[in-house]
Every structure is written in structure tokens, then in C-alpha cells.
């Protein structure tokens, strides 16, 4: 069964940062890429991240380009998204999720990010 | 940036009925990828239709999808309690990777 688990979220002020991580677990994961989607109420769903399986190829939103960073440790299982900066507009529900074939078919519970304060 | 439109945003609708949901995109989608997902409240979104019309492993047959170009359409043919819920697309054929803004099916 393929599980992703996010970690790392809580409530930080404008200007800080936070590391998320996300366990993974039930499917060969250095077989596929790996991304970070957030939500909010107000935006909706985000694509904010994603990395390839050797991390030779990443991408970032237009939001977030020089403030977070993805990365992956593929001896661990583990996803990462480094997040410098933060600002308000950030606060989000950010969710792990599976590539496949461009399309994401397995998602996390995601971890709550809060920036306020 | 491919922005999708999703229509309507509301649907109330009663058990046993059918549905179609509808997702333009801004531009055309290339090869037809785009995806529908399903979330729940509390829950992260599900997988239910990839490449416009092909179904993820363990979704219901009343659940298709069809379209292609810049007009998509998700529909559900008979409707089930825990079919309510809200519905998204997102396309993968340009970057970055974009969403609907979701359409809710609740019971009248």
C-alpha cells in the first residue's frame, strides 16, 4: 500500500523558515518523480514543487522560485521542501504528492504551514 | 500558463441522478492530459480519471471522462451517496501543472 506522510508543518512568522518533509513508503521510490502541491480556501489547489528521481531536473511555481527548495534523499525514502522566507501568502495545506506520467496519483494527508504573527 | 475554468461551481443534485462537470482550459491541452480528482472534507484529493477518459485503478465505472483540445467533461452516471463531494481537473501537458478551482456536488 503506498503511503506518503508529511511533516515539518506549524505556525512560523513572515520572514522564517520551515523544512517539510514526507515519508514515503509501498512503491519503489527512486523509480519516480515527487512534487509539492498546496491548497488554500481562497487559491485552491497549487502546484508549488516538483524533482525527478535522480534530482537532475526540478521545477518551481513562479511563487515560490528563490525562496523553497526541493529535494529528496532516496536512501531514506524522503521528500523535502525547504521554504525561506515566508510570507503570509504561503499559509497552506501542503500536500506530497506521487508523479505519474505528469499527473499525481497518490497524495499525503499534507502538513498544515501557518505564517503569521 | 494554462488556466482551467470549471463549470458549475455548485451542483446540488439527489442520489440516482447524472451529472457532467465541465473543465475548459485557456489554451488546448496537449494529448489530452489532463486528470479529475475527488476530495472529500478532510481529505486529500483522489485520482479518478488521467489522460481525459482513462480511469485510475479502483474507480467505479459510473465515473468517465471525455473532451479533448481545450473542452472536458466529467461525468458521473448515477449518482451515490459518497459521490458528493468536490470534483477538480488539472492538466499536465504545459508547465507549471495547473488546477480547476473545483466544482461541489451536494445533495439536494
Known amino acids: 500500500e503506498v503511503q506518503l506522510v508529511e511533516s515539518g508543518g506549524g505556525l512560523v512568522q513572515p520572514g522564517r523558515s520551515l523544512r517539510l518533509s514526507c515519508a514515503a513508503s509501498?512503491?519503489?521510490?527512486?523509480?519516480?518523480?515527487m512534487h509539492w502541491v498546496r491548497q488554500t480556501p481562497g487559491k485552491g489547489l497549487e502546484w508549488v514543487s516538483g524533482i525527478n528521481w535522480n534530482s537532475a531536473e526540478i521545477g518551481y511555481a513562479d511563487s515560490v522560485k528563490g525562496r523553497f527548495t526541493i529535494s529528496r534523499d532516496n536512501a531514506k525514502n524522503s521528500l523535502y521542501l525547504q521554504m525561506n522566507s515566508l510570507r503570509a501568502e504561503d499559509t497552506a495545506l501542503y500536500y506530497c504528492a506521487k508523479n505519474m506520467g505528469g499527473y499525481f496519483d497518490y497524495w499525503g494527508q499534507g502538513s498544515q504551514v501557518t505564517v503569521s504573527s | 500558463e494554462i488556466v482551467l475554468t470549471q463549470s458549475p461551481g455548485t451542483l446540488s443534485l439527489s442520489p440516482g441522478e447524472r451529472t457532467t462537470l465541465s473543465c475548459r482550459a485557456s489554451q488546448s491541452v496537449s494529448s489530452n492530459y489532463l486528470a479529475w480528482y475527488q476530495q472529500k472534507p478532510g481529505q486529500a484529493p483522489r485520482l479518478l480519471i488521467y489522460g481525459a477518459s482513462s480511469r485510475a485503478t479502483g474507480i467505479p465505472d459510473r465515473f468517465s471522462g471525455s473532451g479533448s483540445g481545450t473542452d472536458f467533461t466529467l461525468t458521473i452516471s448515477r449518482l451515490e451517496p459518497e459521490d458528493f463531494a468536490v470534483y477538480y481537473c488539472q492538466q499536465y501537458g504545459g508547465s507549471p501543472r495547473t488546477f480547476g478551482q473545483g466544482t461541489k456536488l451536494e445533495i439536494k
Open positions: 509501498g512503491f519503489i521510490f527512486d523509480d519516480y518523480a
